[in-house]
């Protein structure tokens, strides 16, 4: 049911030169691991702990395997080998590492090797499907959730207190609860162990924090006749670990994007594109939606100047998806309403944009962030803009609605912050729930040309990233009026160059056929 | 108005719709199951708070385990508006015109400005008010100053690697923008920028302000930086005051050519 008359050649043109960017990149991208890679690797095998000082044992193993010259081959083969040959479990192995009681090689045979850590790589494959399987099944026994999902954050610090409020947040009709990240964990080089009660701004992804909250939802969820979704941070240094600790605990959506950590957290470049792709191959095969950040975009650059970049980082976030094997129904591609409530007609712009993103990406469960820039002191005010924010989500068919907090700009929401939230989302998508299908907008009226604008540039732009590439394009700070360089930022110690004999065995067993044979890629 | 003139109704208090009624609204949350205890426990905990005739306009359950209560009652407090002492740096806002001039004029060269959000923080959004061309409602930031050279380092910026910046680039102004502050961390990232700067010996000759959402004079005055601006101010209030510390602290009465010799 499309509504804005857009220019399909247009929408085709632009995935195109978004599909062009991606293979670019991608390619270049897999001719070299990181040590995230490869720690999350061995976090699939089923390794983890922490060491005497909280060194996590990933960690510890990747970096004795970096010392020894024996990364760029990928850590599956050596740690493989050594379990066979000395029949350690893989916890076993990784404590030797640390008590040095444990040298780890090249295996003389390297086509064993390849079979044991396959054989490994399908152990955790199980599990996560297992996984998937038990989210299917309580999605199939609980009642509905009806779209626009009611996403809502916690962000105390301590995972005991945030469950107590994601419990009572879904009692109050949340969908989806979010648990918000400590600020500076996505420059942390590790994974922090353990469940956690100190935190700024946020709780620490640790695979405990995700068991406990996972737990606490499902008791939830079950005396409520629903199926509360978890959210998490697959963003930052350790993306692929994230991705390796949510498939493992059953989070169902994870934020990540393929380029945020570049552009907002200076990470390296090079090592974000390897790592995004493991990452999102791991979301992808457990069924996890992953949310894109392009809402981001919006706090440095203005939400109406701008509004094309978020158009075209979409279609390029489609498409590295697409390269990690994601189906489109996963692909929660992020966008937000974010224009200054003093211009004029911004509400219409709005609308334009949402409708515009709505039918460029018919098929996907897109995200919609509510405004946060401009909201300020005044609740009363943020609580009216939010409520604008709502009926945009709602006649526009967003899937997923974080729902916004008329004391966004004051502190991490209180109990009852989220409760009017829930309310105010709970009013508008009841009283309007299809107004959508009432709306026709006036043919070559300001709201459709606006929309028509916006395409025209955001093709044009890919097209200019097509032609320069993409590298050169966040150079030019062409996102978010942010430049970055190949060789600047965070991580980019941790990129190795593979060997020619690099084995893992993941893209394998996880890729399916289709992401495989575009990538060239044997048939499993 | 009462607050204006002298004299006994020189007490301010809330104003509902009767002057000095002393009306207020409040909300709050209780962690106990909605029914009438949970608004009487509303009640007489406003009574505590020194309410009088607090009454009950809303009560809801949040769920089994809590409930929301939406108060009025009569605030007896006042205050004595001419007992008020501000902690407020004291400068005179110019605008961006006049502050190019006179930034021409003293100094010979361009006011060198750098600033960041530091240590774990990840938010841009306060630095990025002050300091990007764009600047924040209407107010354009410090990069549109033709006598600025404002650098931008963005988020999560070391403090020893914001000293090392201000050194290299001989800035005369270090804006530090603290957004997180859950458990006090803004405070303990603020010590340790201090710190480093002490230990740079930037004390005397960089101007350092603080700002953010809970960042006051008082709290950048208390922590050895020379001002704090909280919510509400814009790139103009802040080169106004660096300008007005430049001026103090190199004596008003140099002439630019002095001071383009200084540099």
């Not at chain 1, 489109?328 to 200054?340: P, S």
């Not at chain 2, 009025?72 to 015109?97: H, N, R, W």
Request: charged residues 20%; contains cysteine.
């Amino acid at each position: 049911m499309s509504k804005l008359r857009l220019d399909q050649a247009q929408i085709d043109a632009a995935r195109a030169a978004a599909a062009q960017i991606a293979r670019t990149v991608h390619a270049e991208a897999m001719t070299r691991t990181t040590v995230a890679v490869e720690r999350a690797t061995l976090r699939l095998f089923g390794l983890d702990g922490v060491d005497a000082e909280d060194v996590p044992l990933p960690n510890r193993v990747v970096s004795d395997l970096l010392e020894r010259g024996l990364l760029a081959h990928g850590a599956a083969l050596p740690v493989a080998a050594a379990m066979q040959a000395h029949g350690l479990s893989i916890q076993q192995l990784g404590e030797a590492v640390v008590a040095g009681t444990l040298e780890l090689n090249m295996p003389a045979d390297i086509a064993a090797a390849r079979a044991e850590a396959f054989r490994l790589g399908e152990v955790a494959c199980a599990r996560i499907c297992e996984n998937a399987a038990i989210r299917e099944r309580s999605l199939e026994a609980a009642a509905p959730a009806r779209t626009p999902w009611l996403y809502l954050i916690v962000a105390t610090g301590n995972i005991y207190e945030d469950i107590t409020q994601a419990r009572a947040a879904a009692e109050q009709g949340a969908d989806v609860i979010a648990v918000i990240r400590s600020t500076g964990q996505s420059l942390l080089d590790y994974v922090p162990y353990g469940a956690t009660t100190e935190g700024f701004g946020g709780t620490y992804a640790t695979q405990e924090n995700f068991r406990l909250m996972r737990t606490a939802l499902d008791e939830v969820g079950e005396k409520l006749g629903r199926y509360i979704r978890l959210t998490n941070y697959c963003s930052g240094l350790c993306m692929p670990e994230i991705a390796a600790m949510g498939a493992l605990e059953r989070l169902d959506m994870m934020l990540n994007d393929a380029m945020y950590g570049i552009i907002f957290r200076d990470i390296n470049l090079q090592r974000t594109f390897i790592d995004q792709f493991f990452s999102r191959m791991i979301n992808a095969y457990a069924g996890i939606i992953i949310n894109t950040g392009e809402d981001n975009y919006l706090t440095t650059a203005d939400a109406y100047e701008a509004a094309h970049t978020l158009l075209a980082s979409q279609f390029i976030n489609e498409q590295f998806a697409r390269l990690s094997g994601m189906p489109v129904h996963l692909m929660g591609l992020g966008h937000a309403f974010e224009i200054d409530p003093a211009m004029e007609n911004g509400f219409l712009w709005e609308l334009a944009h949402a409708q515009l993103v709505r039918q460029a990406f018919p098929d996907a469960p897109l995200k919609y962030m509510p405004p946060t820039k401009y909201m300020t002191g005044n609740i009363f005010r943020g609580h009216v803009q939010d409520a604008l924010f709502n009926i945009v989500g709602s006649a526009t068919g967003q899937h997923i609605q974080l729902l916004g907090i008329m004391t966004e700009a004051i502190h991490t929401p209180f109990l009852q912050d989220r409760f009017l939230a829930v309310q105010n989302a709970q009013y508008i998508f009841n009283t309007m729930r299809d107004l959508g299908d009432e709306i026709e907008f006036r043919a070559g009226g300001r709201i459709e040309r606006r929309a028509q604008a916006v395409l025209a540039e955001a093709l044009s732009m890919l097209q200019e990233i097509a032609a320069i590439g993409m590298t050169a394009a966040i150079g030019r700070g062409m996102f978010a009026d942010i430049s970055r360089q190949p060789d600047g930022g965070k991580g980019l110690a941790g990129v190795i160059a593979r060997a020619d004999d690099y084995y893992n065995p993941f893209p394998e067993l996880m890729l399916p056929g289709r992401a495989r044979a575009e990538q060239g890629m044997v048939p499993a | 108005m009462n607050g204006a003139r002298p004299g006994a109704d020189y007490i301010v208090r809330p104003y509902g719709d009767t002057m000095n009624d002393g009306r207020v609204q409040l909300s709050f949350t209780l962690p106990v199951p909605f029914g009438e205890e949970a608004k009487e426990a509303g009640r007489q905990l406003a009574l505590k708070m020194g309410l009088e005739n607090p009454a009950i306009a809303h009560a809801e359950a949040m769920g089994p385990d809590f409930t929301f209560l939406v108060l009025y009652g009569e605030c007896t407090q006042g205050v004595d508006m001419s007992a008020i002492v501000l902690d407020q740096p004291e400068f005179e806002t110019l605008d961006k015109a006049r502050l190019d001039e006179l930034i021409a004029d003293s100094l010979g060269r361009k006011l060198v400005v750098v600033g960041a959000s530091i240590e774990t923080d990840a938010h841009t959004v306060g630095i990025d008010a002050i300091m990007n061309m764009k600047g924040y409602n209407g107010h354009k930031g410090l990069e549109s100053y033709h006598q600025i050279r404002a650098l931008n380092l963005g988020a999560q910026v070391d403090s020893v690697e914001l000293v090392r910046r201000a050194i290299a680039e001989r800035a005369d102004v270090v804006l530090v923008s603290q957004v997180v502050t859950q458990k006090e961390i803004h405070v303990a990232n603020l010590k340790r920028l201090r710190r480093e700067l002490d230990k740079a010996g930037l004390g005397a000759e960089v101007i350092v302000v603080v700002g953010g959402p809970r960042i006051t004079h008082e709290l950048a005055r208390e922590l050895g930086f020379d001002a704090g601006f909280g919510p509400g101010s814009y790139a103009e209030d802040v080169a106004s005051f660096a300008m007005h510390e430049w001026l103090r602290r190199h004596g008003h009465q140099r002439t630019p050519a002095q001071e383009t010799n200084d540099t």
